[in-house]
């Protein structure tokens, strides 16, 4: 059974930049992060596998948001710059509890079985 814990949410104006943890309990394969706007599906944003040897980020973050890893602190890290309002929301991150045919979908929620609670960030002026 693995846990999950987010932090790291808070306000920023636009432009602003936040890093988003996510502390595992344990080793995981691969961890990804979602994110939910109020009134919209979750979408993914990013994710990294083993050692950081597989990342995928959704369009709508390139070149602005970095996934990393940290294996001996079981910590993954989403560095988000040039935050804009569009990304607004509550930043989940989670971990498969087995292979699928791939560790780091995006467009596939359900892949993922441990979620963390949430931590809430807001881009606004």
């Known amino acids: 059974q693995l846990q999950l814990v987010e932090s790291g949410g808070g306000l920023v104006q636009p432009g602003g930049s936040l890093r988003l943890s996510c502390v595992a309990s344990?080793?995981?394969?691969?961890i990804g992060w979602f994110r939910q706007a109020p009134g919209k599906e979750r979408e993914g944003v990013s994710c990294i596998g083993i050692s950081g040897g597989i990342t995928t980020y959704a369009d709508s973050v390139k070149g602005r948001f970095t996934i990393s890893r940290d294996i001996t602190k079981n910590t993954v890290y989403l560095q988000m710059n040039s935050l804009k309002p569009e990304d607004t929301g509550v930043y989940y991150c989670a971990a498969p509890s087995r292979f699928r045919g791939s560790w780091c979908r995006l467009d596939r929620a359900g892949d993922y079985d441990y979620w963390g609670q949430g931590t809430q960030v807001t881009v606004s002026s």
């Open positions: 344990g080793f995981t394969l691969a």
